[in-house]
């Protein structure tokens, strides 16, 4: 299990998540066996209140390439860049 919050994770808030998804999973026949644990992630940190779209995008294409590096260049022109890509990757994506 990895809680990762753009803006810096607390400790409550990550056991709190945790112990969710840890009682959601004893619901689930497919999840129940599953030994689950904390897994936790050096990240860039957002340093803005505005671009956490564009953080978890990033971070979740990453964490599905099989990256574990979650560090990415938070300077506003290149958010302004990956936030073009994304949309770029919406509109070549969206079958319009």
Sequence with gaps: F???DPLGENEADQQSFFK???NYAKTRSDLVNIHWRMM??????QKD???CGVYVCVFGKM???GSTNLYINSLPESLKKIRSQISQTILDNSGN
């Design 2 to 4: 990895t809680f990762i």
């Design 20 to 22: 969710t998804w840890c």
């Design 63 to 65: 964490l599905l390439s």
């Design 40 to 45: 936790n992630l050096q990240h860039t940190r």
């Design 49 to 51: 209140n505005f671009n």
